[in-house]
Each structure stands twice: as C-alpha cells, then as structure tokens.
C-alpha cells in the first residue's frame, strides 16, 4: 500500500475512534445517572420499609430466573455485537398472548384461560402447568404485594440501564477493532 493512502486510512480510523469514544463518553455518563438514581430509589424504598426488609435475606437465590439475556454474536473479524434479548417463555408467551387474542373468564369451578385467534379457539385450565405461569413472576413481588413507589422506581431504573450497557460494550468493542486495524496500518509504515 502506498504510504500517502495508508496515512489517509490511519487519518480516517483516528477520526472514527475519537467519534466513538464521544459516544462512548456520553453512554458512560447516561449510565453512571442511570445507576446513582437508582441506587438512590433503593435506599429511599428501604428507608421507608425498614432497614431489614430490602435485603438479600428476603429471597430463595435458587428460584431466580433471568427476565433478559444478552447475545454476543461475532461476525468474521469484526467487533462482537451485543443485543438484548428476552426470556425463550418470555417471548413465547408474547408471542401468542397478544392484546387481541386473550380473554379471561371466570368460571365456578376454576379459571379458564381461552386464547381466541382467527382460526381457533384454545382453552387450558390455570390450575396446571399453563401458559400464566410461563409468565416471568415480578421480582419486586417478593418484597410482598404493596411495596413503595421508590423501589418500583429503582427498577425502572435498572431496566432502563441495561440498553446503555449493551450499547458500552459494542463501542468498546468497535474500538478495539479499530485499534488493532490502526496498528496493522502503522507497522506496514
């Protein structure tokens, strides 16, 4: 490669990587405010509910499942991507249960769960294993059923947060790549 033109491709990875590293700046910055509302929220919520009733003794570790994966996928010898995805039942469960489709009734013996679509109508009883109880339980359920407004708050917060985080590492990771390719540029120099 001819020196003039590797200079201009070293010029226009160095111009890339500072624009990612803006961007990389105000997604840290958005996070960091992020994180301290949130843990912010928490210590109001544990304020008002008493020291001992927000704490890791409240819950089984055991029956903790994730609501949100995150994917890594590598294309060649490009930078990893990151994207969030939901839980498999999660999204089963979104999937099929759609705003249009579902209708609850109550019947005497127990409720039924009937899922109403343009060509077929399906009904399961709630008692066994249904569809309900794929659905993803809210973890600030286990804090009991009227918990402040401020711990609903931090886990907004929380949720909110993740995103920022997936975004941090595909820049980080765009970045390094660009760094590996402005180095393999310089040593042909």
Do not use: W
Not at 31 to 40: A, V
């Amino acid at each position: 490669m001819a020196p003039e033109v590797c200079k201009k491709k070293l010029d226009s990875i160095i111009d890339e990587i500072f624009a990612h590293l803006s961007d990389l700046s105000s997604l840290r910055r958005q996070l960091d405010k992020e994180l301290r509302d949130g843990y912010l929220q928490m210590a109001k919520a544990r304020s008002n509910m008493g020291q001992k009733s927000i704490s890791s003794l409240q819950y089984d570790e055991r029956q903790i499942e994730p609501s949100i994966f995150v994917e890594v996928n590598k294309e060649g010898a490009g930078p990893h991507s990151f994207n969030i995805s939901k839980d498999a039942l999660q999204a089963d469960l979104d999937s099929t249960l759609d705003g249009t489709s579902l209708r609850k009734r109550s019947t005497k013996c127990s409720e039924v769960i009937e899922t109403v679509g343009p060509d077929f109508v399906e009904s399961e009883p709630a008692d066994g294993k249904s569809i309900a109880e794929k659905k993803a339980k809210d973890p600030l359920l286990m804090f009991g059923v009227l918990v402040p407004q401020a711990l609903r708050m931090s886990k907004s917060c929380f949720e909110r947060s993740i995103p920022v985080i997936t975004k941090i590492c595909s820049t980080q990771a765009v970045i390094v790549c660009l760094k590996n390719e402005y180095l393999a540029l310089r040593s042909q120099l």
